[in-house]
């Protein structure tokens, strides 16, 4: 199975009225493609499954951040999508 990676940067709106909340909203951007079986020895079984039942998965987790994409600067989060 191939899996997509995805580096988001969560960004801030700018409210013009500073009473109204904005939500942030992120850019994405594709890494790399790689299969499953690299990215599991990389990354506990439990987000495995978790990819494999939801077909896309978000990593939080630093540390696993730059061991999946590398070193990215800035990155918020990965986005894993089973393709």
Request: charged share 30%.
């Amino acid at each position: 199975m191939k899996i997509k990676v995805y580096i988001c940067v969560e960004r801030e709106a700018r409210s013009p009225i500073s009473r109204h909340h904005v939500a942030p909203y992120s850019i994405c951007e594709e890494k790399k493609e790689t299969t499953i079986e690299e990215i599991s020895q990389v990354i506990n079984h439990s987000i495995i499954e978790k990819l494999k039942e939801k077909g896309e998965v978000i990593v939080l987790d630093k540390d696993l951040i730059s061991l999946i994409a590398g070193d990215v600067p800035e990155v918020s989060y990965i986005k894993l999508i089973l393709v």
